[in-house]
């Protein structure tokens, strides 16, 4: 169970950043008419899977940083 763990944290923020980028970016480029959330969906469906191995990839390294600038800061 402590393996999955690390999985939970990227696949909340994934999912969260990958709702709200590809809803405003959908709303930026296409704006709101009667094929918008099929388009939006289309849109998170396609980056999600992007997503999703970044934040896994980049969080241990996103941490690193954030420990190394409260170090510096206290």
């Known amino acids: 169970m402590r393996r ?5 944290f990227p696949f909340f923020m994934a999912g969260f950043m ?15 008419h009667p094929g918008f959330l ?4 289309r849109s998170f469906i396609f980056a999600f899977p992007i997503a999703f191995p970044s934040v896994v990839l980049i969080a241990p390294l996103v941490h ?3 420990e190394a600038l ?5």
Do not use: C, D
């Open 4 to 8: 999955l763990e690390k999985f939970y």
């Open 64 to 66: 690193k940083m954030s």
């Open 70 to 74: 409260k170090r510096k800061t206290h």
């Open 38 to 41: 099929l388009n939006w969906g």
């Open 18 to 32: 990958t709702i709200i980028m590809s809803f405003t970016l959908t709303a930026i480029h296409q704006g709101f």
